[in-house]
């Protein structure tokens, strides 16, 4: 016992100095960190014999083997502790001492699942984050994160981003980084690098996302489907339903307070406010950009007419007719339609290039860095090659 409590005063001291470490480590020692965190006051008991243990710290044993429980990163350092926090709840489980009501199946089943992939050459498979890998020389490579279109995806993803998102926007274990990611926007990128910046700023987000539970992309949606009713929340699947998988509807006058859904008045308020609401303002004259208009711009050859007509007439209209917190540069990123806006535009990107191989240089030989960024376009301009080794796609 008395090593454990070792090692978790030695990961907070790493934590602290990971900045620069590859983001996979990095996550792993922040996930330990949080997990273990609460189980702290247990290992000190265990360690002075104040035997037997109190239900209240075998709740809080509870709480670490419940974070442990859910994906966060691949890694062989975070296996190593589920492991170990899993032989030490079996341990109290069945000891005279201690914590007789301890679940300690889930962690298990988790370990079983999450890491018999069975990896058979050239074949495709999800690692337990989710992202497809390919399978080379019997181990996982080439992983790819895939964003889904969220009206397409099932509801319990759709749960388990809208629940991450709320917790980023409270929970103090994640709300400073998240409070530095909405102060990013107010500064507005250059429109040259409006791609590859608005890329670098949706993984700033998933990132973060990714540390509460690492199955979590940022949803795209795809309203010029059905730009026809892009308002519509009655349907299950719509973006603006009221369920615990939507983003609820409209705002409500005379504030604008969205008043349904998880992002309603009183379960959701935007942070650097003093406790704003979700403000939403549908414009319902408005005609956003349907499949027609948007296989149009996808086979314009010129990579600035393109950009431009995306910016204007494809970006600018959603954020305007959507209204209230979107409207406004500053709060946009609180709102989560923002992401699932610029996800959607990033695909619109990937899809673009496919069609015009080779069609822009400019973005390569910029020496210029993007401004809050600290990185230069062309980091940003392969999504299948990105910074720390992510790769990304889009399902259709
Ligand atoms: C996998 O693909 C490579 C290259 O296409 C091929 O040489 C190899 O035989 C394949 N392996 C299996 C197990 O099919
Ligand atoms: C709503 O959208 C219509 C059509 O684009 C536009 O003419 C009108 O000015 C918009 N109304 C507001 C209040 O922005
Ligand atoms: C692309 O369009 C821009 C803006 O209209 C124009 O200035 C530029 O010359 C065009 N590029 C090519 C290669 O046609």
Known sequence: MLYLQLWFIVFFGLVEK????????????????????PSLGLLEAIESGNEPLSMKECDLLQTSIGCFSVPRCPGNLLKAFRYLVLTVGTTLKKSQYACPNLDVETLGNFLDKGYSVKCEDNKSVKDICDRSCKCKNGKLDSCYRV????????LEERTRFIKAFKMVSSDPRYIREHERIGKVHTVIPAMETFFPWHRWYTLELEN???????????????????????????????????GPHGLGGNG???????????????EYSLPQTNGDCLKRNFNYS???PNAEKKENI?????????????VKHHHGPFHKCVGG????????????????????????????????????????????????????????????????????????
């Open 325 to 396: 917190t979107l409207a406004f540069y500053v709060t946009a990123p609180y709102s989560p339609e923002f992401w699932l806006l610029h996800s959607y535009l990033d695909k619109l990107w990937v899809k673009w290039k496919r069609r015009n191989e080779g069609s822009h240089s400019d973005l390569r030989d910029s020496t210029k860095i993007m401004v809050m960024t600290g990185h230069h376009p062309w980091e940003y301009h392969d999504e299948d090659h990105l910074p720390g080794g992510v790769k990304i796609s889009y399902e259709e």
């Open 147 to 154: 964003r889904k279109e969220f009206t397409k995806m099932s």
């Open 252 to 266: 409500v006058f005379p504030l604008g307070c969205v008043m349904n859904g998880p992002f309603k008045y009183g």
């Open 208 to 242: 973060l996302l990714r540390q509460v539970d690492c199955r979590i992309t940022i949803p795209y949606w795809d309203w010029s489907k059905d730009a026809e009713h892009w308002t519509r929340g009655s349907e299950i699947e719509d973006t603006w339903n009221e």
């Open 298 to 310: 996808l086979h314009e050859a010129n990579y600035t007419v393109f950009r431009n007509t995306i």
């Open 18 to 37: 990971s900045m620069s470490m590859h983001q996979d480590q990095f996550c792993q020692l922040k996930a330990i960190q949080e997990c273990l965190y």
């Open 286 to 288: 408005c005609k956003l």
